[in-house]
C-alpha cells in the first residue's frame, strides 16, 4: 500500500495568485520507508517512459556560450547566441564571473534543506492555493501521474516579493546563499536579456522597458531520489518555462535534464559550474516564434539522487507580452501570438498539468 505523507500548510492566498496545486505525498519520504517499491501513482504511460541510457558518448550536444565575449559585445558569440535560441532554445553558459564558491554553498544549502527532518521540512510546505513553499506544483487531478521529486519554491526578486513564512530562516545559511545566489543570476539575466533585445532589434535595454522594468525572479530547487526502477518514472514530466527564461544550476555528477530537439531527447551533459539557460514561452512570444521554448524533462538515476536548482526570469504580472514589432513582417513572418497580460497567461499554465507545450495554444493566434 502506498505510503500517504501529506505536506501541510497554512491557507493564506499566494501573493501571486498565479495558481493553485493539490498536496500531494512527498516522494523522498516514501523512499526513506520502502526504496525498492515503485506507487502506481508515480508509474508513467509506455509511450511516455524514458529510455535510460548509460552512454551518453554518441548524443548531440546543446549550443556553448562564452559569457565573458558575450558580455564585451562580441558579434561571433552574439550569433552563436542567436542560432543557439533559433535552433535549440538551450545552451550552456561557461565563463559567467559567478564564483564556484556561491555555486557550492547554493548546492549545500539545498541539499541541507532536502536533508531535514520531514516534520521540519512541513513547517514551508505550500498550501492547495499557493504555488509558493515545499511541495509539489501543476497537479490539478487527484489521477494524474506524479512527478519523482520533491521542490520548494520561493519568490526572490525583487525582495518585497519575499515570503519569509516559506523560507527555512532557521537553517544556518541558508538564507544568505539564497540571497546572494540570486543576486548573481541576477546580473547573468540582466546581460541575457540585453543580448535578446539587440537580437529583436531593439536597444540593450529595450525588452525591460518593455516588461515594466527589472525581470522578477523565482527559484524552484528540486530533490530528485533514487528509484528503482528509472524507466518507469519521471523526475518532471515534459513542460516549457512560461518564464521569459530559465537559468539552471545543475548536478556535475548526475545528468537528469533531457531536452526535445529534431523530435528525439537529448540529455544535458552536464559542464562543471556552468549554468543551463533555457528560453521561456515569454520570449518566444516576443520573439513572434523566432526563438523557441522547448519541451525539457528530468529522468531518474538508479544510484544517485539529484539536485537541481532553476532560476526563472519573468516580467510583471500586469505587464502585457506580445510579439515585438520589429519581428512581425506580414509577407513572411506574420504575426503568430496576440498580446496577452503576463498574469493570465501564467494562470493559464499553472492551471494545467505539465504536458508538453499544449498551454502555448492559448497565447496563439487563431490561423484560420
Not at 84 to 106: R, S, T
Not at 130 to 157: A, C, P, R
Not at 324 to 342: F, T
Request: overall charge negative.
Amino acid at each position: 500500500m502506498e505510503a500517504r505523507v501529506e505536506n501541510g500548510g497554512s491557507c493564506e492566498v499566494g501573493k501571486s495568485g498565479w495558481g493553485k496545486s493539490l498536496p500531494v505525498p512527498s516522494i523522498q519520504e516514501i523512499m526513506r520507508s520502502d526504496s525498492q517499491s515503485v506507487p502506481q501513482r508515480y508509474i508513467h504511460e509506455n509511450k511516455d517512459r524514458p529510455i535510460i541510457s548509460e552512454d551518453l558518448a554518441d548524443s548531440p550536444e546543446i549550443p556553448v556560450i562564452d559569457f565573458s565575449f558575450l558580455a564585451k559585445g562580441n558579434e561571433d558569440e552574439v550569433q552563436k547566441l542567436h542560432l543557439a535560441c533559433k535552433d535549440w532554445g538551450f545552451f550552456q553558459v561557461i565563463n559567467h564571473g559567478v564564483k564556484e564558491e556561491i555555486l557550492e554553498k547554493m548546492k549545500a544549502a539545498v541539499a541541507a534543506f532536502f536533508e531535514l527532518p520531514f516534520q521540519e521540512k512541513k513547517k514551508y510546505a505550500k498550501a492547495e492555493n499557493e504555488i509558493e513553499g515545499y511541495g509539489q506544483n501543476f497537479v490539478v487531478s487527484e489521477h494524474q501521474k506524479l512527478d519523482w521529486s520533491d521542490m520548494i519554491y520561493l519568490f526572490t526578486l525583487p525582495s518585497q516579493n519575499r515570503n519569509f513564512k516559506f523560507w527555512p530562516l532557521s537553517l544556518s545559511g541558508f538564507k544568505e546563499a539564497l540571497e546572494e545566489y540570486s543576486r548573481e543570476m541576477q546580473k547573468i539575466a540582466e546581460e541575457l536579456q540585453a543580448n535578446f533585445s539587440v537580437l529583436m532589434g531593439l536597444k540593450r535595454d529595450g525588452l525591460k522597458r518593455l516588461q515594466g522594468g527589472e525581470l522578477k525572479q523565482g527559484i524552484r530547487m528540486n530533490y530528485y531520489p533514487i528509484c528503482s526502477r528509472p524507466d518507469l518514472v519521471l523526475g518532471i514530466s515534459p513542460h516549457s518555462d512560461g518564464t521569459s527564461f530559465t537559468l539552471l544550476l545543475q548536478d556535475d555528477d548526475v545528468t537528469g535534464l533531457q531536452i526535445k530537439h529534431n523530435e528525439a531527447w537529448v540529455p544535458v551533459k552536464p559542464i562543471p559550474n556552468s549554468l543551463v539557460v533555457n528560453i521561456g514561452d515569454a520570449t518566444e512570444i516576443q520573439s513572434n516564434g523566432m526563438y523557441k521554448s522547448i519541451e525539457h524533462r528530468a529522468i531518474i538515476n538508479e544510484k544517485k539522487p539529484r539536485i537541481s536548482i532553476a532560476t526563472f526570469m519573468f516580467p510583471d504580472d500586469e505587464q502585457e507580452i506580445g510579439p515585438v514589432e520589429a519581428m512581425i513582417d506580414d509577407q513572411n513572418h506574420p504575426k503568430l501570438y496576440r498580446n496577452i497580460k503576463y498574469v493570465d497567461y501564467v494562470r493559464e499554465k499553472f492551471s494545467r498539468k505539465m504536458e508538453g507545450k499544449a498551454h502555448t495554444q492559448f497565447a496563439k493566434l487563431s490561423t484560420r
